[in-house]
């Protein structure tokens, strides 16, 4: 999604604010561009594209100015071309960037026309820089035009914006889309995600709704949603710069991959003890909340909606609780009934998504126990707004496609299960059983992570086609969905995954010897029953690769088998996960695709 970075120092800014740029490449984008203040005017440069194309166009034009903003666009209104990116200017006067959605972009515009004023975008953002300049038209000072156009917007917005009439300042606004400050001696400086500060500073300040900035290189002024000047807390956030390197490896996605055994590890870290898990893990006062849990609604969308299906199954057999779940871009619209004792858990590795924010909002309002996050980011805003948390600690997740926050997040939510059937006294010897497999499972993973040349003789299979099925049951069905949603985000390989039982409903006649079909095969109790549906799948003469130890008795090719470590069956779940990401992974790498920022796709979902 768009990013946003601004800074105001005593000597050039041109280069670290395309630094900044690269570090915000992760989210997806579209396009990017500089406005940077040279006294006498303002350059303005954007490219179509990669940050690259950006940064030879600035080697060029060699633009230089103490004060700048610059933002990648990841499209929402108006196409990806030069004259949608951002920034936009009015009148050669101010100059704005901008993250989110204006709903009430339309009526605004047209109020603007009338003014005279001539849209030469189609994006809903070019709006804000003619009503700022209509504004200062106005006498009003910019400080004051912020404050007169927050009162205007309705929707999701972070602004940057300078004026080419005030050369020492640039202006920030937030309303339900992340911002902050990165405060340091050499300067102010803002952006829309920490981690494009990262070499710069590590204090920050979180902006909240309704806030309005004005910084510049010696100071920064909060004004409050009330326009009371506020002052906010100064967060330290350590975050190493090697976290943001691939250090060897060729792609984020595959060092992700690879990080599994260690964020595992970080994520039981301090959460389990001798026999059992410890109390409170998930915040000060969770014990009492968790003991009076009777259901759970789980919110969340992609990838963190697939380790909640998995939940869903252990909170059941585990904690005997029953649990529904909605995808987070849903959930509102349904007017969901809300039982009593109900604990409202929201599901995100960044913590941003929109979607799942605004559920968060909602839920608020209606009569739940109380909010818990699973969450990987700590400063995010589902991290600060939820009553209780628990940290996935998996660090930074660069890749588009999510691996280690994935499997980070099915361990916490293990941790979850265990605590909840610890607070109602259920299952004390499972508890302890579990306790212990999840001790070993970082190593079990650094095991099944040598499966790689296996994998790949698969890979080479699946590369050449354009579709493929995944298969599993039971618990191992959002695996399988997680194993397809990842192969086509990716590699673009239109993948669907179905509980094998339903092949005979109507997929099974998608079946010949261009479909191949990844099928789980753990042992369990449905073992059988899902070998019986393989069976009808070869029979069929489908492309048939199968993961897991059930299949022994099968007469498949070896290649076309992948045996696994042993490991505890309830955490199974997590360990099949890791050769579908390695073969998703090998699949793109085969059709050269961009895999760490897959077309049309945005690391952080912050618009609905
Ligand atoms: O940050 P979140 O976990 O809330 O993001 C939710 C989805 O956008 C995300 O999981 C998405 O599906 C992944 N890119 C898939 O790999």
């Not at 818990?372 to 660090?395: H, K, Q, W, Y």
């Not at 059983?433 to 099944?448: C, D, F, N």
């Not at 490991?567 to 895999?595: H, K, W």
């Amino acid at each position: 999604m768009c990013g946003i970075i601004a800074a105001a120092t005593e000597k050039s800014v041109g280069k670290l604010l395309v630094q900044g740029l690269y570090k915000m490449e992760y989210r997806g984008y579209d396009s990017a561009g500089v406005a940077l203040h040279q006294v006498k005017d303002i350059a303005h440069l954007r490219s179509l594209g990669k940050v690259e194309k950006l940064e030879s166009k600035m080697k060029k034009q060699k633009p230089r100015g103490k004060i700048g903003i610059a933002h990648t666009r990841w499209a929402t209104h108006g196409k990806p071309s030069e004259e949608n990116a951002h920034p936009h200017v009015s009148k050669d006067r101010v100059f704005i960037v901008h993250n989110g959605i204006i709903e009430n972009y339309i009526e605004l515009k047209e109020q603007l026309s009338k003014k005279g004023y001539v849209f030469v975008s189609q994006t809903d953002s070019e709006l804000i820089a003619h009503q700022l300049d209509f504004f200062l038209s106005q006498k009003h000072n910019m400080f004051e035009a912020m404050s007169l156009l927050k009162k205007k917007l309705q929707g999701a917005f972070a602004i940057a914006a300078i004026d080419q009439s005030d050369d020492s300042h640039f202006y920030l606004m937030r309303n339900k889309s992340p911002l902050l400050l990165g405060i340091s001696e050499e300067g102010m400086f803002a952006a829309s995600d920490p981690l494009a500060l990262v070499d710069i500073t590590n204090e920050f300040v979180f902006l909240e709704d309704g806030d309005v900035v004005e910084a510049s290189a010696s100071e920064y002024k909060i004004f409050d949603e009330n326009e009371k000047r506020a002052i906010r807390k100064i967060t330290k956030l350590n975050i190493s710069s090697e976290a943001m390197s691939k250090n060897g490896y060729r792609h984020f996605m595959e060092k992700e991959i690879y990080e599994q055994p260690t964020a595992i590890l970080n994520t039981l870290d301090g959460r389990i003890g001798g026999e059992d898990v410890l109390e409170n893990i998930f915040g000060e006062g969770s014990n009492d909340l968790l003991s009076n849990v009777e259901r759970i609604q789980i919110v969340a969308a992609g990838t963190s909606l697939h380790a909640g299906r998995v939940a869903a199954n252990w909170f059941s057999a585990i904690a005997q609780i029953p649990t529904q779940i909605d995808y987070a871009s849903e959930y509102r619209y349904k007017n969901p009934y809300v039982d009593k004792n109900t604990l409202f858990l929201t599901i995100s590795q960044s913590g941003e998504t929109a979607d799942t924010l605004g559920a968060l909002h909602y839920a608020k309002e209606r009569d739940y126990l109380g909010s818990l996050t699973i969450c990987n980011v700590p400063t995010s805003s589902l991290a600060r707004e939820s009553d209780f948390m628990l940290l996935t600690n998996a660090g930074p997740e660069i890749g588009v496609a999510s691996t280690k926050a994935f499997t980070t997040q099915l361990a916490a939510l293990m941790l979850l299960a265990l605590s909840l059937a610890k607070a109602r006294n259920l299952n004390p010897k499972l508890r302890t059983r579990v306790v212990s497999a999840l001790r070993s499972l970082p190593e079990i993973i650094s095991e099944s992570l040598n499966l790689k040349p296996k994998i790949i003789r698969i890979a080479k299979e699946v590369a050449k086609k354009d579709n493929a099925l995944f298969l599993g049951r039971g618990i191992f069905y959002p695996i399988a969905q997680e194993g397809s949603l990842k192969l086509k985000e990716i590699s673009y390989i239109h993948a669907e995954a179905y509980p094998a039982g339903e092949l005979k409903h109507g997929p099974l006649a998608l079946i010949d010897k261009d479909m191949p079909v990844i099928a789980l095969a753990p042992e369990n109790e449905l073992a059988e029953k899902l070998i019986s549906n393989l069976e009808e799948v070869k029979a069929r003469g489908g492309k048939l690769f199968v993961i897991g130890n059930a299949a022994g008795n099968m007469t498949l090719k070896p290649k076309n088998l992948i045996n696994l470590p042993e490991c505890d069956f309830l955490l199974t779940p997590i360990l099949y996960t890791i050769p579908l990401q390695i073969l998703s992974y090998e699949v793109a790498l085969l059709r050269g695709t961009d895999i760490d920022q897959p077309r049309n796709l945005a690391k952080s979902v912050t618009v609905e």
